[in-house]
């Protein structure tokens, strides 16, 4: 089993910065592709960044260049840092770990809350 607990979530000011961090623990094998996801109200959970190996990464169009996705220098963790915060990026930010393409499970985190608003 994997765990995945997520911090760094709260109240930004459009234009503002926030910093995401999701430490995974467990029975963690090798390094496991990671990402974020999030879900707004009312809308489906989508994609918004993930990464593969040490530093292969995919970002979504609708953030890129103002989003950046990183292995932490904890073992096992992965941040989030979010730049020129918009009210559209409002939503509950979920991690996840993704051993799917390697035949195994799809784990999840709790999820975190980014609200931006003036």
């Known amino acids: 089993q994997v765990q995945l607990v997520e911090s760094g979530g709260g109240w930004a000011q459009p234009g503002g910065s926030l910093r995401l961090s999701c430490a995974a623990s467990?029975?963690?094998?090798?390094?496991?592709?990671m990402g974020w996801y999030r879900q707004a109200p009312g809308k489906q959970r989508e994609l918004v960044a993930i990464?593969?190996?040490?530093?292969?990464?995919t970002y979504a169009d609708s953030v890129k260049g103002r989003v950046t996705i990183a292995r932490g220098n904890a073992k096992n963790t992965v941040n989030l840092q979010i730049n020129n915060l918009k009210p559209e990026d409002t939503a509950v930010y979920y991690c996840?770990?993704?051993?799917?393409?390697?035949?195994?499970?799809?784990?999840w985190g709790q999820g975190t809350q980014v609200t931006v608003s003036s």
């Open positions: 467990g029975n963690i094998i090798g390094i496991p592709p």
């Open positions: 990464i593969v190996g040490i530093d292969g990464t």
């Open positions: 996840n770990l993704d051993y799917r393409s390697w035949g195994g499970p799809n784990y």
